[in-house]
């Protein structure tokens, strides 16, 4: 339980830290304004080409009688729309990331030498091929999980109650390891090493990931909380790795 209030406390300073540094905290939001105006655009232009998507898709409805072709089309439209947001809604945290790697290591690497006694940063040894793997490895890895938790989604009375709540600890798991990644490999711990690590900590991991995979699920809270959550990572990272901070006089 200790472990659980530490991670939450974790997460809380992570925010508190780009509050205090403004001028990291406005460059790491540029990944997320970017996304959402790539967003924006695609709904749009979904919003504006719609109807001839569905038209295209159910050519057999040309030869119904009456209203129903009308009936069919339009509740296609909605439909997919609505698909459309949601997978939107879903994906917008992923693709802040891909897209805010860049920003995310120098503030990552910001929140280090702020914590590291003299303001030295460790250097890694891992080769680009290695971390190429092990992005794709992490992949699939999600992959499974999600494949594994949506086939028992269908289970009676389980679907609705239980898999939720683990389908959160995953997505919590996952976000700590995601974002706290970047200063791991820092640190020369490849993929296989990381998920030991954290493992090793799972009440601290989900008293961090958790609540916040909890508020990503709110659209597009991510823009204005991912570099906190960066920030909060690296201190999570500092204190599994059992990192020294420096000394206060």
Same mark, same amino acid.
């Given at each position: 339980? =200790?472990?659980? /209030?530490?991670?939450?406390?974790?997460?809380?300073?992570?925010?508190?830290?780009?509050?205090?540094?403004?001028?990291?905290? %406005?460059?790491?939001? +540029?990944?997320?304004?970017?996304?959402?105006?790539?967003?924006?655009? /695609?709904?749009?232009?979904?919003?504006?080409? $719609?109807?001839?998507?569905?038209?295209?898709?159910? #050519?057999? /409805?040309?030869?119904?009688?009456? #209203?129903?072709?009308?009936?069919?089309?339009?509740?296609?439209?909605?439909?997919?729309?609505?698909?459309?947001?949601?997978?939107?809604?879903?994906?917008?945290?992923?693709?802040?990331?891909?897209? @805010?790697?860049?920003?995310?290591?120098?503030?990552?690497?910001?929140?280090?030498?702020?914590?590291? #006694?003299?303001?030295?940063?460790?250097?890694?040894? &891992?080769?680009? @091929?290695?971390?190429? %793997?092990? %992005?794709?490895? &992490?992949?699939?890895?999600?992959?499974?999980?999600?494949?594994?938790?949506?086939?028992?989604?269908?289970?009676?009375?389980?679907?609705?109650?239980?898999?939720?709540?683990?389908?959160?600890?995953?997505?919590?798991?996952?976000? $700590?390891?995601?974002?706290? @990644? $970047?200063?791991?490999?820092?640190?020369?711990?490849?993929? =296989?090493?990381?998920? =030991?690590?954290?493992?090793?900590? =799972?009440?601290?991991?989900?008293?961090?990931?958790? #609540?916040?995979?909890?508020?990503? +699920?709110?659209?597009?809270?991510?823009?204005?909380?991912?570099?906190?959550?960066?920030?909060?990572?690296?201190?999570?990272?500092?204190?599994?790795?059992?990192?020294?901070?420096?000394?206060?006089?």
């Amino acid at each position: 339980m =200790r472990d659980l /209030a530490t991670g939450f406390g974790l997460l809380l300073q992570g925010q508190r830290w780009v509050a205090a540094h403004r001028r990291e905290f %406005g460059f790491a939001l +540029l990944p997320g304004l970017i996304t959402l105006v790539l967003y924006v655009i /695609a709904i749009a232009a979904l919003v504006f080409f $719609v109807n001839d998507i569905v038209t295209w898709a159910t #050519p057999f /409805a040309v030869h119904w009688s009456g #209203p129903w072709p009308d009936v069919l089309r339009g509740f296609l439209d909605v439909l997919l729309m609505v698909l459309c947001l949601f997978l939107a809604v879903v994906t917008f945290t992923a693709l802040t990331l891909a897209l @805010g790697q860049p920003f995310y290591e120098a503030l990552s690497e910001q929140v280090d030498r702020s914590q590291s #006694p003299g303001g030295l940063l460790p250097e890694s040894k &891992l080769s680009v @091929g290695r971390l190429i %793997g092990d %992005g794709i490895l &992490l992949v699939l890895r999600a992959a499974a999980w999600g494949i594994v938790l949506f086939v028992a989604g269908f289970l009676p009375v389980v679907g609705q109650t239980v898999v939720p709540v683990i389908g959160l600890a995953v997505t919590g798991f996952f976000l $700590v390891q995601e974002l706290g @990644g $970047v200063a791991m490999q820092r640190r020369g711990i490849d993929l =296989r090493r990381q998920l =030991r690590l954290l493992r090793t900590r =799972r009440m601290l991991v989900w008293g961090f990931g958790v #609540p916040l995979a909890i508020v990503f +699920l709110v659209p597009f809270a991510a823009i204005f909380l991912m570099p906190g959550a960066v920030a909060g990572a690296t201190l999570l990272t500092r204190e599994v790795c059992q990192d020294p901070t420096p000394t206060r006089r």
